[in-house]
Nanobody, 114 residues
Framework: QVQLVESGGGLVEPGGSLRLSCAAS????????MSWVRQAPGKGLEWISG????????RYADSVKGRFTISRDDAKNTLYLQMDTLKEEDTAVYYC???????RGRGTQVTISS
């Protein structure tokens, strides 16, 4: 059973940084591609970044390209999202996603406000 637990969210000012983590269990993390998606207030889910098995290929939505960095530590079964130069429009609940099953965790709230 796929289980994903996100952490690291919080309240930061515009221009600040956060690092999100996603602890994965219940499947062979090392051979699976993973993604981060988010849902802003009153809006639908937005895919923002993905990483393949092995971590050699990463992709980003235009809205976060150049500011966010996805990575993975297969020894720790953990997915990361480094978020820099945060903007108020980045405010959302952030979820990691197991791509093969489209399973998400409960999410972590990120709020960008001065």
């Amino acid at each position: 059973q796929v289980q994903l637990v996100e952490s690291g969210g919080g309240l930061v000012e515009p221009g600040g940084s956060l690092r999100l983590s996603c602890a994965a269990s219940g499947f062979r993390f090392i051979v699976n591609s993973m993604s981060w998606v988010r849902q802003a207030p009153g809006k639908g889910l937005e895919w923002i970044s993905g990483i393949n098995a092995g971590g050699g290929m990463t992709r980003y939505a235009d809205s976060v390209k150049g500011r966010f960095t996805i990575s993975r530590d297969d020894a720790k079964n953990t997915l990361y999202l480094q978020m820099d130069t945060l903007k108020e429009e980045d405010t959302a609940v952030y979820y990691c996603r197991h791509d093969a099953t489209d399973t998400r965790g409960r999410g972590t709230q990120v709020t960008i406000s001065s």
